[in-house]
């Protein structure tokens, strides 16, 4: 399976244990769970710290080469709870940050 790259910590592991985050070739940007939209994607962890930093501090936007209007924030953080809230339910738990990972530099 390929490996990606979280925007947010620089964390590499499986496609399929990120979330990637698309932006359309019409412009829009969602979550892509499927993995095979047509556009331009970002990879996220499933930290909580990662979607944080992802969102806050445009890394997203850097990555996706777009301007994320606060509607596309606003529901990539609904679909971001939703996950956490369903990993938690089958799991028993939340993700974790993956602080340990972050790159020093």
Known sequence: MPERSCIA?????P???LTRIVR???????????????????????????????????????????RLADSDLEALQD??????????ASAGKTPDAHAESVPQG
Request: with cysteine; aromatic share 6%; charged share 25%.
């Open 79 to 88: 679909y971001y709870i939703e996950l956490i809230s369903s990993a938690g």
């Open 24 to 66: 359309t070739p019409q412009g829009s940007v969602m979550p892509d769970p499927t993995g095979r939209a047509n556009g331009r994607g970002a990879y996220l962890c499933h930290g909580v710290g990662c979607w944080e930093r992802g969102l806050a501090k445009r890394a997203l936007e850097r990555s996706l080469r777009a």
């Open 15 to 17: 496609k399929g244990q």
């Open 9 to 13: 910590c620089g964390r590499k592991g």
